[in-house]
């Protein structure tokens, strides 16, 4: 089943895996049956009523009855598949509160993952086993897909915005990393790996290599000298909103609509604050567009979010952690 | 053989009435503008089969060694440009619905013969635009034109490819219209909408699709050409644009046009079963109203090709929904076609057995759909070999059978020769292994992982590559096959009787081939279709 040459199933390394892989076999043998029972009717049908001398078509009219039985209980069955496989996508694609947090620039043809400790990765992710992962995705280019097959994950990955894939890995081990969306001529280079570790194992990746600040850190830095803290200050009194604590609030816009500061909002205010003004303040933020890196906007948004009163979780608070020298690590196969 | 040589001669039809390329260029007869869409698809059949071949060539060994990378792309883009748009699209309603309508319900052609000839020529300068990208170094776009990709990024011939398709396109819209409004205005006396044969069902479904959905196919694809050209922010998030709005204007096309591309098979097969069988067809109600809530309900499902695009979560849930809707009425074809064998008088001449090849694959076609539809699945197997091997199974195993199917059932009517059934048989067997061994292993590759679009893979897909590639070799002599034996035919064949296989439509009631006109007189139609229950049960051929 699993061997290396020819693999019939692919391996299962994440919380989603084994329920998707339920609802596929649930359905292969439900279709599987379906098969069966057509094709024997076929075949039956074609063997016992074939063309001879002395046997005769004999007229049938069709059914009212039989027509709506197999129409009632095909749909009905449909509903009940339909319901399942919404239900495994709602989890797939609602991340859990307190996830870690990966910043993943894609270009052509190459994956840049950016850890909220400030190790940086190009075609690796390390993560640890057990952790809710989330994977915060924009483009450079063209649109990428971002896809696991040993988690069962993919999702789109778009210029000028972000998307996010989540998965909790289950299974220490190196995965595949696709780019599952035509993005030009090296599209099947685009591909990378995804080493699970334990948890002690990848603590001690992080602490690997040399030191350097977190990403909020970074950001920080970014943020005072790109001159965002001009307007947006610490207290009441910046021409911009206090941005502290704003991540993950709801904000008042000018316009009367209420929207939830997550990372797209925190983007778009970065790119384009024209288009979605707070409430009580005049539009005289500059657009950054073409200024910072998809980089830096990733930096920032994660020094944005750090500004919490409460801190969400450890993956948001600053802290001196090295990058790794992704070599370094033990590569398990 | 001589005799019959001269008494086909003689006799007077549409192929004999006129010769020159003049008669044939100029035409407005129905079947004579059928046959030039049939040399056109086949023309482009077996380009874009050769790219396919290349394509299968190239993913033999998991290295990228025959083709340049963008060699490949340009090969797997422009294999499924010309394949969609210009064999497939085209196929039944152009070359059998053009052919067969207008007798089907008893009129001397189509309701515009002149717009039915512009059709063609859109067509053929659609198909010379798709040559000559070809030609002067292709284009690498995927045939989805996903933006930016395609507005941004890419130097190759994108305009003159999307021009192409733009103009096909037309050719499309103008049939469409020409079939509703013959099918609405031209039936002869006695013939009701409830004894029209499936197969006239199926193509006016085709058409209502083809009038509504084309022009946005058109809209879209000319809104990349400006967006390139001129540097729009239409779709160019940079300026402004949205990417995912191309992907919503394509699919709202690309969705139905799989429809187009898989209903009037069904219609083919409704009539081959019948026929073959010596029975009505089971349901009939059920089956016309089928047709036309699959073309509606076609319109309402296109966002389940990008459920891992972007889209919200709640969108994705109503379209995948709404995608089960869809397979409802695809089951009940299933299910009557089967019924109709029950009881029936069986024959294994080859349009049966590609018949039979049809429903077979077409239900696993069918069936798999309801794994990708699956939101939960379809997150995992969408963009990989999963999807290729799914929509192959409803186009090639579904709808080029079907195609196949009809070509042989109709082939007497339309050249007024037999073809030799040991040859046909065969060629429908081969087709039918080649065809499994191709595409069944994608399956799996699909479940495994393997994305689509793939230059180089990792080596442990090798093994079901190569299984693909070998079916694939078998899949293109299964094809060579029909063509060279119907061209040996043209010329060797027995001359084909009226009615060969005692159909019950009104195509068999006039000589093969027909005489320009079709009929003598306008016939009145008193019986029911498919009314194989008051036909003789002996069949002149075949058995
Ligand atoms: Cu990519
Ligand atoms: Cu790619």
């Given at each position: 089943?699993?061997?290396?040459?020819?693999?019939?199933?692919?391996?299962?390394?994440?919380?989603i895996?084994?329920?998707?892989?339920?609802?596929?076999?649930?359905?292969?043998?439900?279709?599987?049956?379906?098969?069966?029972?057509?094709?024997?009717?076929i075949?039956?049908?074609?063997?016992?009523?074939?063309?001879?001398?002395?046997?005769?078509?004999?007229?049938?009219?069709?059914?009212?009855?039989?027509?709506?039985?197999?129409?009632?209980?095909?749909?009905?069955?449909?509903?009940?598949?339909?319901?399942?496989g919404?239900?495994?996508?709602?989890?797939?694609?609602?991340?859990?509160?307190?996830?870690?947090?990966?910043?993943?620039?894609?270009?052509q043809?190459?994956?840049?993952?950016?850890?909220?400790?400030?190790?940086?990765?190009?075609?690796?992710?390390?993560?640890?086993?057990?952790?809710?992962?989330?994977?915060i995705?924009?483009?450079?280019?063209?649109?990428?897909?971002?896809?696991?097959?040993?988690?069962?994950?993919?999702?789109?990955?778009?210029?000028?915005?972000?998307?996010?894939?989540w998965?909790?890995?289950?299974?220490?081990?190196?995965?595949?990393?696709?780019?599952?969306?035509?993005?030009?001529?090296?599209?099947?280079?685009?591909?990378?790996d995804?080493?699970?570790?334990?948890?002690?194992?990848?603590?001690?990746?992080?602490?690997?290599?040399?030191?350097?600040?977190?990403?909020?850190?970074?950001?920080?830095?970014?943020?005072?000298?790109?001159?965002?803290?001009?307007?947006?200050?610490?207290?009441?009194?910046?021409?911009?909103?206090?941005?502290?604590?704003?991540?993950?609030?709801?904000?008042?816009?000018?316009?009367?609509?209420?929207?939830?500061?997550?990372?797209?909002?925190?983007r778009?205010?970065?790119?384009?604050?024209?288009?979605?003004?707070?409430?009580?303040?005049?539009?005289?933020?500059?657009?950054?567009?073409?200024?910072?890196?998809?980089?830096?906007?990733?930096?920032?948004?994660?020094?944005?979010?750090?500004?919490?009163?409460q801190?969400?979780?450890?993956?948001?608070?600053?802290t001196?952690?090295?990058?790794?020298?992704?070599?370094?690590?033990?590569?398990?196969? | 053989?001589?005799?019959?040589?001269?008494?086909?001669?003689?006799?007077?039809?549409?192929?004999?009435?006129?010769?020159?390329?003049?008669?044939?260029?100029?035409?407005?007869?129905?079947?004579?503008?059928?046959?030039?869409?049939?040399?056109?698809?086949?023309?482009?059949?077996?380009?874009?089969?050769?790219?396919?071949?290349?394509?299968?060539?190239?993913?033999?060994?998991?290295?990228?060694?025959?083709?340049?990378?963008?060699?490949?792309?340009?090969?797997?883009?422009?294999?499924?440009?010309?394949?969609?748009?210009?064999f497939?699209?085209?196929?039944?309603?152009?070359?059998?619905?053009?052919?067969?309508?207008?007798?089907?319900?008893?009129?001397?052609?189509?309701?515009?013969?002149?717009?039915?000839?512009?059709?063609?020529?859109?067509?053929?300068?659609?198909?010379?635009?798709?040559?000559?990208?070809?030609?002067?170094?292709?284009?690498?776009?995927?045939?989805?034109?996903?933006?930016?990709?395609?507005?941004?990024?890419?130097?190759?011939?994108v305009?003159?490819?999307?021009?192409?398709?733009?103009?096909?396109?037309?050719?499309?819209?103008?049939?469409?219209?020409?079939?509703?409004?013959?099918?609405?205005?031209?039936?002869?006396?006695?013939?009701?909408?409830?004894?029209?044969?499936?197969?006239?069902?199926?193509?006016?479904?085709?058409?209502?699709?083809?009038?509504?959905?084309?022009?946005?196919?058109?809209?879209?694809?000319?809104?990349?050409?400006l967006?390139?050209?001129?540097?729009?922010?239409?779709?160019?998030?940079?300026?402004g644009?949205?990417?995912?709005?191309?992907?919503?204007?394509?699919?709202?096309?690309?969705?139905?046009?799989?429809?187009?591309?898989?209903?009037?098979?069904?219609?083919?097969?409704?009539?081959?079963?019948?026929?073959?069988?010596?029975?009505?067809?089971?349901?009939?109600?059920?089956?016309a109203?089928?047709?036309?809530?699959?073309?509606v309900l076609?319109?309402?499902?296109?966002?389940?090709?990008?459920?891992?695009?972007?889209?919200?979560?709640?969108?994705?849930?109503?379209?995948?929904?709404?995608?089960?809707?869809?397979?409802?009425?695809?089951a009940?074809?299933?299910?009557?076609?089967?019924?109709?064998?029950?009881?029936?008088?069986?024959?294994?001449?080859?349009?049966?057995?590609?018949?039979?090849?049809?429903?077979?694959?077409?239900?696993?076609?069918?069936?798999t759909?309801?794994?990708v539809?699956?939101?939960?699945?379809?997150?995992?197997?969408?963009?990989?070999?999963?999807?290729?091997?799914?929509?192959?199974?409803?186009?090639?195993?579904?709808?080029?059978?079907a195609?196949?199917?009809?070509?042989?059932f109709?082939?007497?009517?339309?050249?007024?020769?037999?073809?030799?059934?040991?040859?046909?048989?065969?060629?429908?067997?081969?087709?039918?292994?080649?065809?499994?061994?191709?595409?069944?292993?994608?399956?799996?590759?699909?479940?495994l992982?393997?994305?689509?679009?793939?230059?180089?893979?990792?080596?442990?897909?090798?093994?079901?590559n190569?299984?693909?590639?070998?079916?694939?070799?078998?899949?293109?002599?299964?094809?060579?096959?029909?063509?060279?034996?119907?061209?040996?035919?043209?010329?060797?064949?027995?001359?084909?009787p009226?009615?060969?296989?005692?159909?019950?439509g009104?195509?068999?009631?006039?000589?093969?081939?027909?005489?320009?006109?079709?009929?003598?007189?306008t016939?009145?139609v008193?019986?029911?279709?498919?009314?194989?229950?008051?036909?003789p049960?002996?069949?002149?051929?075949?058995?």
């Amino acid at each position: 089943m699993f061997s290396n040459t020819f693999p019939l199933w692919p391996a299962r390394a994440s919380s989603i895996s084994g329920p998707v892989d339920a609802l596929f076999i649930f359905l292969l043998m439900l279709c599987g049956l379906m098969c069966i029972a057509i094709f024997t009717a076929i075949i039956v049908f074609a063997v016992r009523y074939r063309r001879r001398p002395g046997h005769e078509a004999i007229p049938i009219e069709g059914s009212n009855a039989v027509e709506f039985t197999w129409t009632l209980i095909p749909a009905g069955v449909f509903i009940i598949i339909f319901v399942w496989g919404a239900y495994l996508y709602f989890q797939e694609r609602t991340p859990p509160k307190d996830s870690m947090d990966v910043y993943t620039v894609a270009k052509q043809w190459m994956w840049k993952f950016q850890h909220t400790e400030g190790q940086r990765e190009i075609n690796e992710l390390h993560i640890p086993i057990g952790r809710d992962v989330r994977v915060i995705m924009t483009s450079q280019d063209v649109i990428h897909s971002f896809y696991v097959p040993a988690f069962r994950i993919k999702q789109d990955v778009l210029p000028g915005r972000y998307t996010i894939a989540w998965f909790r890995a289950t299974a220490a081990g190196t995965y595949h990393l696709f780019c599952a969306e035509y993005c030009g001529t090296n599209h099947s280079g685009m591909v990378g790996d995804v080493v699970v570790m334990e948890p002690a194992q990848y603590q001690s990746w992080l602490s690997g290599g040399q030191a350097m600040g977190s990403l909020a850190q970074t950001g920080q830095g970014v943020f005072d000298s790109l001159g965002c803290s001009t307007c947006h200050r610490m207290d009441t009194q910046g021409r911009g909103p206090n941005l502290m604590g704003v991540y993950g609030k709801p904000v008042l816009l000018e316009d009367g609509r209420t929207v939830i500061a997550d990372e797209n909002y925190i983007r778009e205010s970065i790119l384009n604050p024209a288009v979605k003004v707070v409430a009580g303040f005049k539009p005289i933020m500059p657009t950054f567009q073409g200024i910072v890196s998809e980089d830096q906007v990733n930096a920032l948004v994660a020094y944005i979010k750090s500004l919490n009163p409460q801190p969400v979780g450890p993956a948001e608070t600053p802290t001196f952690k090295g990058p790794a020298a992704s070599k370094a690590d033990t590569r398990q196969r | 053989m001589a005799t019959t040589a001269v008494a086909l001669s003689e006799r007077e039809n549409y192929l004999n009435k006129e010769y020159g390329i003049t008669s044939w260029l100029f035409t407005t007869d129905h079947k004579r503008i059928a046959l030039l869409y049939l040399i056109t698809i086949t023309f482009f059949f077996f380009i874009g089969g050769f790219f396919a071949l290349l394509i299968r060539l190239e993913l033999l060994t998991p290295e990228g060694d025959l083709l340049l990378a963008d060699t490949y792309n340009k090969m797997f883009t422009m294999h499924g440009q010309v394949m969609v748009f210009f064999f497939l699209i085209p196929a039944v309603p152009a070359v059998l619905g053009n052919f067969l309508i207008p007798i089907m319900i008893g009129a001397k052609d189509l309701a515009f013969p002149r717009v039915n000839l512009l059709s063609w020529y859109l067509l053929a300068i659609g198909g010379c635009l798709m040559i000559y990208t070809i030609l002067s170094g292709g284009v690498d776009t995927g045939w989805t034109f996903y933006t930016p990709l395609s507005t941004h990024f890419l130097d190759t011939h994108v305009i003159t490819a999307a021009l192409a398709i733009f103009v096909a396109g037309f050719s499309s819209i103008l049939t469409g219209l020409n079939f509703i409004v013959t099918i609405h205005r031209m039936r002869a006396p006695g013939m009701t909408w409830s004894r029209l044969p499936l197969f006239v069902w199926a193509n006016y479904a085709t058409s209502i699709i083809q009038v509504l959905g084309t022009p946005v196919l058109a809209i879209s694809l000319m809104l990349v050409a400006l967006e390139r050209i001129f540097n729009l922010g239409i779709f160019n998030p940079q300026l402004g644009g949205d990417p995912l709005l191309f992907q919503h204007l394509f699919w709202f096309y690309s969705h139905p046009a799989v429809y187009i591309m898989i209903l009037p098979g069904m219609g083919v097969v409704s009539e081959i079963v019948t026929c073959f069988s010596r029975k009505r067809i089971f349901g009939y109600k059920f089956m016309a109203l089928a047709v036309i809530a699959i073309a509606v309900l076609g319109f309402l499902v296109w966002a389940h090709h990008m459920f891992v695009a972007g889209i919200s979560l709640y969108a994705a849930m109503v379209f995948s929904l709404l995608s089960y809707f869809v397979a409802v009425p695809s089951a009940i074809k299933v299910f009557n076609w089967t019924a109709t064998m029950f009881k029936g008088s069986i024959s294994y001449s080859t349009p049966m057995l590609y018949a039979f090849g049809f429903i077979g694959l077409f239900t696993m076609g069918g069936l798999t759909g309801l794994f990708v539809a699956a939101l939960g699945i379809d997150v995992h197997v969408t963009d990989t070999y999963f999807v290729i091997a799914h929509f192959h199974y409803i186009m090639v195993g579904g709808m080029v059978m079907a195609y196949l199917g009809g070509m042989h059932f109709w082939w007497p009517k339309i050249s007024g020769r037999m073809y030799p059934e040991f040859w046909g048989r065969l060629a429908a067997m081969i087709i039918f292994i080649g065809f499994n061994l191709t595409f069944f292993p994608q399956f799996v590759l699909g479940w495994l992982g393997m994305p689509r679009r793939y230059w180089q893979y990792s080596p442990e897909f090798q093994v079901l590559n190569v299984l693909s590639t070998a079916g694939a070799t078998i899949l293109a002599v299964g094809y060579l096959l029909p063509m060279l034996y119907f061209l040996w035919s043209m010329r060797y064949g027995k001359a084909a009787p009226e009615n060969p296989w005692n159909g019950a439509g009104l195509e068999w009631k006039i000589s093969s081939p027909p005489v320009t006109d079709n009929f003598d007189e306008t016939p009145l139609v008193t019986w029911e279709a498919y009314n194989y229950d008051e036909l003789p049960q002996e069949v002149p051929v075949g058995r």
